[in-house]
């Protein structure tokens, strides 16, 4: 028998059961996790803003925030406040003069039209003051994530921060302006031999797909939208890579209003055959909420359970994961849903109902649930038969895979501790003061002692 914690017509909760109400339950029967999860936020993130009518809202990470201190999640984790991306990170990626772009745009200065052509700049992608400050936040974090996975601190790194898979080389891409996953998949694969990019967004992930297209040591797979003139128009099942790439780039590309039951079974069936035979020694899990029913600019029909669900399978395979955000457009729900899936890589259940001392608590009204209604906007137009012929296309593909490819590894390259030029001097510094004062020590005991044979 359960004990009400909610009140109703019958039963009213006093302050005492109130207050010792708990909002998170172990799934687990010691209360202990064997998975060390690591949660990587810089709130100065959630502080930037795009423009009034445009559709990503950073605030959305502060939402966030508030909902995982809320339901208490800080005590089943490592927290770090991660430092930005250095401009020497960004150019493992991305091309100087676009970098260098992104540090002088403002909007206070006149552009000409064919720089903001070169660039990409316009409605989807504007010039917004500390665009660049943004982009290092949210990529350093992600850095700081794969980081914490090289050197074994973590099993799990989260950055809902993240996830911004559109960005190219050399230019801004539908809200993304740079890579932090294709960044931090290059950093995974300086000791990891292969890793595997999964995508469940709502739109396809061109701009990672795209970076490593002819290589076997990344396997990207994406779950989306398409129909050849949806954002970004890629993500054909055909698109299956180049060269040595052939066949480790894999789409799934899907119709509007697809209901949970029909997008988890996919999931599954076409994850665990992938898995297994690429064998992957990390995982990078994009997770954009744009794919729930109900957001602002999407057209499926997920809950979030179905969504979270997806995450839990992936976590299931026990193999490292970097785990970030991406798309999402309707703040309220996005903040639930990255909650949630933190409580899931945590081995949690959370309760229900919002804690009402949220200090945004006013933003998940008027049922203050984490588990709002969100399928059933949109006719599911996947029948059975098209998702069953995609399916079956995806495992033909994999049929070609005939073992897990493999590099060697001669020795670790450098630059995984994350240290900046001035920390390394500043600790190279610290160093030297202390085998000085280490020195002098050894001078004074040395005549101490002549001091007292005498």
């Avoid at 690591?38 to 559709?55: C, D, K, Q, V």
């Avoid at 031999?193 to 990207?220: K, N, S």
Wanted: proline share 5%; glycine share 6%; net charge negative.
């Amino acid at each position: 028998m359960s004990i009400p914690t909610s009140e109703s017509e019958t039963f009213t909760v006093d302050k005492k059961t109130e207050e010792n109400t708990p909002v998170y339950y172990d799934k687990s029967s010691n209360g202990k996790s064997r998975t060390n999860v690591s949660y990587h936020y810089n709130p100065e993130a959630s502080r930037y803003h795009y423009g009034t009518l445009h559709p990503m809202k950073p605030f959305r990470l502060m939402l966030t925030d508030h909902l995982v201190i809320s339901y208490k999640l800080y005590e089943k984790m490592d927290l770090y406040t991660p430092r930005r991306a250095t401009k020497e990170e960004l150019l493992e990626f991305h091309a100087e003069d676009y970098v260098n772009f992104l540090q002088t745009a403002s909007p206070h200065t006149k552009l000409s039209d064919q720089v903001l052509a070169q660039f990409n700049i316009g409605d989807d992608c504007p010039i917004f003051d500390g665009m660049y400050d943004y982009s290092t936040i949210y990529a350093g974090a992600s850095l700081d994530a794969t980081r914490k996975l090289i050197s074994g601190m973590s099993d799990i790194a989260i950055n809902w921060s993240g996830g911004l898979h559109h960005a190219k080389k050399y230019e801004p891409s539908g809200f993304c302006y740079v890579n932090d996953i294709v960044l931090s998949i290059i950093n995974l694969l300086r000791v990891h031999p292969r890793v595997m990019y999964i995508d469940i967004d709502l739109h396809h992930g061109d701009g990672v797909q795209e970076a490593f297209y002819t290589t076997d040591r990344v396997m990207t797979v994406s779950f989306h939208k398409y129909n050849g003139e949806f954002f970004p128009g890629t993500g054909s099942v055909d698109e299956v890579g180049l060269g040595k790439g052939k066949n480790y780039a894999i789409n799934v590309p899907l119709r509007d209003g697809i209901d949970d039951e029909s997008y988890t079974r996919l999931f599954k069936s076409i994850m665990e055959p992938l898995i297994t035979k690429f064998q992957p020694t990390c995982i990078v899990q994009q997770c954009g909420a744009d794919s729930l029913g109900y957001d602002r600019l999407g057209c499926f029909n997920l809950n979030i359970r179905a969504h979270g669900d997806c995450v839990n399978f992936i976590k299931s395979f026990g193999i490292p994961m970097l785990v970030v955000g991406g798309g999402g457009y309707t703040p309220r729900n996005v903040s639930r849903l990255w909650c949630y899936e933190t409580s899931v890589l945590n081995d949690v259940n959370l309760d229900p109902k919002i804690p009402n001392y949220l200090a945004t608590y006013d933003w998940f009204g008027p049922d203050y649930s984490l588990h709002p209604q969100l399928d059933g906007r949109i006719d599911n137009k996947n029948s059975k038969k098209y998702l069953e012929s995609v399916k079956q296309e995806i495992l033909e593909q994999i049929r070609y895979l005939n073992h897990a490819p493999s590099v060697q590894m001669q020795e670790i390259p450098p630059d995984i501790t994350g240290l900046t030029e001035d920390e390394e001097q500043l600790i190279k510094e610290l160093n030297e003061e202390s085998d000085f004062q280490r020195a002098t020590q050894k001078v004074k005991d040395e005549a101490r002692d002549t001091e007292i044979m005498a």
